[in-house]
């Protein structure tokens, strides 16, 4: 099974400043990389598909990137209503299975 | 609008058997997947497993397998998880979610509790 590594698991930093989590996958797995917000008590939002689309609706100061086995999330200059627990998500075929990383917690510092 | 609407909260006895609805409105139900995700209080996301509303296949995490059995009714849109021999650990908020056809999850219900307590 392919395992992802997702990092940091927590990170505290300023409005207006710029933030990046990575996802490591222990295997090759394309562009079948996806990105989620999660505020508490509410269920996860879809930011990020495929890597790198933006879903419709979502602010383009969140960004994607990567292929392969790395992956990055950004967010370009961070706003209050950003704090939340961001996760990443893979699919697998061999077995079909699919796996969400283990989150990144993110504060306003 | 594309919409999910969960039962409402349980609490079970340990060894009980628990089984939440999910239903969907808004979309054409046989056109995309189920998946369920669940989350134990302070802790990640753990995919539990998926179903096509097209023809009833399932896919279920090797860890429940044995234990889940997830299920769909297409004539009133509404797809069913069914965890059986409920232990404390199974305690959690259970999200059902519709899957697109890359296996993102682009809507999700509002989450359903179940408490296994005895």
């Known amino acids: 099974d392919i395992q992802m590594t997702q990092s940091p698991s927590s990170l505290s930093a300023s409005v207006g400043d710029r933030v990046t989590i990575t996802c490591q996958a222990s295997q090759d797995i394309s562009n079948y990389l996806n990105w989620y917000q999660q505020k508490p008590g509410k269920a996860p939002k879809l930011l990020i598909y495929?890597?790198?689309n933006l879903e419709t609706g979502v602010p383009s100061r969140f960004s994607g990137s990567g292929s392969g086995t790395d992956f990055t999330f950004t967010i370009s200059s961070l706003q209050p209503e950003d704090i939340a627990t961001y996760y990443c998500q893979q699919y697998d075929n061999l077995p079909p299975g699919i796996t969400f990383g283990q989150g990144t917690r993110l504060e306003i510092k | 609008q594309v919409q999910l609407v969960q039962s409402g909260a349980e609490v079970k006895k340990p060894g009980a058997s628990v089984k939440v609805s999910c239903k969907a409105s808004?979309?054409?139900?046989?056109?995309?997947?189920i998946s369920w995700v669940r989350q134990a209080p302070g802790q990640g996301l753990e995919w539990m497993g998926w179903?096509?509303?097209?023809?009833?296949?399932?896919n279920y995490a090797q860890k429940l397998q044995g234990r889940v059995t997830m299920t769909t009714d297409t004539s009133t849109s509404t797809a069913y998880m069914e965890l059986r021999s409920l232990r404390s650990d199974d305690t959690a908020v259970y999200y059902c979610?519709?899957?697109?056809?890359?296996?993102?999850?682009?809507?999700w219900g509002q989450g359903t509790l179940v408490t296994v307590s005895s």
């Open positions: 179903i096509s509303a097209y023809n009833g296949n399932t």
């Open positions: 495929d890597a790198s």
């Open positions: 979610a519709r899957v697109s056809v890359d296996y993102y999850f682009d809507y």
């Open positions: 808004g979309y054409t139900f046989t056109s995309y997947g």
